[in-house]
């Protein structure tokens, strides 16, 4: 689980992430960045009922999402808020996809906060 330093909550804090942020499309979400001062790193994962009508599997996406960022945390620029949208697919992404966009949508920022 994400530490309380670590996680971006307010909507208005959201809001500026999704309307401001620099987005990074993979294929099962896209990741929207957006600087600010300080160091710590936050982060929000969305999950909305068109990706599934059921809430324990939108809970087990964000959680395994969660997991996969706080396992991956000091690797992600520091001084940056991040907003993570599941997209709706067709079938339920599994932890191997998002693990794999994961590492894509990190090289990525990596490569432009730089």
């Known amino acids: 689980m994400l530490t ?5 909550t307010g909507d208005r804090d959201i809001r500026r992430v999704a309307g401001r942020g620099y987005r990074v499309p993979t294929p099962t979400a896209f990741w ?3 600087r600010r001062d300080g160091e710590a790193r ?3 994962v969305v999950v909305s009922t068109k990706v599934s009508k059921k809430a ?3 809970n087990r996406i964000k959680r395994v999402m969660r997991e996969l960022i706080r396992e991956r945390l000091g690797r992600f620029p520091a001084g940056a ?4 949208v599941i997209r709706p697919l067709s079938p339920i992404p599994r932890r191997a ?3 794999r966009d ?3 949508a ?6 432009t906060h730089q």
């Open 4 to 8: 309380r330093a670590h996680r971006l």
């Open 56 to 58: 324990v599997e939108r």
């Open 81 to 84: 808020d991040y907003l993570v």
């Open 97 to 99: 996809d998002l693990l």
């Open 102 to 104: 994961t590492e894509k």
């Open 32 to 34: 929207k960045a957006l």
């Open 106 to 111: 990190l090289a990525t920022l990596i490569a």
């Open 42 to 44: 936050r982060f929000t």
